[in-house]
């Protein structure tokens, strides 16, 4: 049996980046990295075939220039981008894309920001030189690890990528998954209300999807067909340093 899995609010998409062999890029603020195992486990995915990605912010440029498969000349672009003023180079980038920029150009300057800013957000302050770690320039990682990692960047199934949730029609079968910017917090260029998101998790659900699945950094309040499971102590990898990002929880319904 094979899946199609639906993952919007995608940033990073972390779970996608993990069904498709667990590779990774950057690090975004909110992204799932630590918890897609166990994301995945809960919602039983199986062989993903097919991926449908909604993101209106900074990650949208890195999709559309990943399924198409411009992967290697975005990492062209970083690598050129390796020997600039790594402050001149961030603050330029900062100032806006160009509307007449070729995709990869898009996303190679989506990933060098991500990697640059503080917190790994949107919005933000440059990250400047790291107070324990005197090799950093700026950006983690590096321009030539991230222009190595793009380079590794394993085949991908199928992915169509959409801006907004709300551009994706829901239909039956589909393996949903939803993280929102968490309800009161900010960073991220574009926002989702909490009843939007139950909004867009209930239609998901009463168009026969397969499994629905939402994160947030507390459980959902749905009706009985839905259960609530919290990850915190389930997270691979580094510990989150704000306390106050440390809850996360998945609501999740499956179809019977
Ligand atoms: C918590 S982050 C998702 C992190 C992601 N799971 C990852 O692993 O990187 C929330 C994302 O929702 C996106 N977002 C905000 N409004 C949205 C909308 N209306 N439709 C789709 N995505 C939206 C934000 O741009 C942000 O990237």
Not at 153 to 173: C, M, N, R, S, T
Not at 178 to 199: C, M, N, Q, W
Not at 232 to 244: L, P
């Amino acid at each position: 049996m094979v899946d199609v899995l639906v993952e919007l609010c995608a940033g990073s998409a972390a779970l996608t980046r993990w069904c498709s062999g667990g590779w990774k890029l950057v690090s975004y603020a909110g992204g799932k990295d630590g918890y897609a195992e166990i994301i995945a486990d809960l919602m039983d995915l199986r062989r993903v075939e097919r991926v449908l990605l909604a993101e209106p912010g900074i990650w949208h440029d890195v999709w559309v220039a990943l399924t198409w498969g411009l992967s290697d000349r975005v990492a062209d672009v970083v690598e050129q981008w390796q020997y600039e003023d790594a402050r001149t180079l961030w603050d330029a980038l900062r100032g806006g894309r160009g509307q007449h920029d070729h995709e990869w150009v898009r996303a190679a300057r989506a990933l060098v920001l991500v990697a640059g800013t503080h917190g790994g957000h949107e919005r933000g302050g440059f990250k400047g030189l790291h107070v324990n770690r005197p090799s950093v320039d700026g950006f983690i990682p590096s321009r030539g690890s991230l222009a190595w990692r793009l380079r590794e960047v394993p085949e991908l199934p199928p992915i169509e990528v959409f801006k907004y949730a709300a551009d994706v029609e829901p239909f039956a079968g589909a393996c949903v998954y939803i993280d929102p910017p968490y309800k009161g917090r900010s960073g991220y260029d574009h926002a989702l209300t909490r009843f939007e998101v139950i909004e867009l998790a209930m239609a998901w659900k009463n168009a026969g999807a397969r499994v629905v699945a939402v994160s947030e950094a507390a459980p959902l309040q749905f009706d009985d067909s839905w259960t609530t499971h919290e990850l915190t102590a389930a997270r691979r990898g580094q510990v989150r340093r704000n306390s106050r990002s440390a809850q996360e929880w998945l609501t999740v319904y499956k179809k019977t």
